[in-house]
């Protein structure tokens, strides 16, 4: 089991930054390749990104890719979100997500913070 809790949201304005924080509690985090995924309202759960265990490789979505990095740090249990040049369609509730696998589809992801809201304000 791994619980995992996200912080960091807040209202930025566009152009703004911030970073999100996913904290896991449990065992074998480092163990778990790290998602990233979003989800605006009256829209299907979007992903982000993903970190490996190791923190070496990354893969991004198109729609974030150059503006948003991840990054993890397995002494601490938590995986960071670095958002920067926001846009407002940025505008969503952002989960971090632990899976076995390199996956892109929110349906292989075995674990799931509670999300943290980031209104970007135009």
């Known amino acids: 089991q791994v619980q995992l809790v996200e912080s960091g949201g807040r209202l930025v304005q566009t152009g703004g930054s911030l970073r999100l924080s996913c904290a896991a509690s449990?065992?074998?985090?480092?163990?778990?390749?790290m998602g990233w995924f979003r989800q605006a309202p009256g829209k299907e759960r979007e992903f982000v990104g993903y970190?490996?265990?190791?923190?070496?490789?990354?893969y991004y979505a198109d729609s974030v890719k150059g503006r948003f990095t991840i990054s993890r740090d397995n002494a601490k249990n938590t995986v960071y979100l670095q958002m920067t040049s926001v846009k407002p369609e940025d505008t969503a509730v952002y989960y971090c997500?632990?899976?076995?696998?390199?996956?892109?589809?929110?349906?292989?992801?075995?674990?799931w913070g509670q999300g943290t809201q980031v209104t970007v304000s135009s």
């Open positions: 997500a632990a899976a076995r696998l390199f996956i892109v589809s929110p349906n292989g992801y075995d674990y």
């Open positions: 970190i490996n265990w190791t923190g070496d490789h990354t």
């Open positions: 449990g065992r074998s985090f480092s163990s778990y390749v």
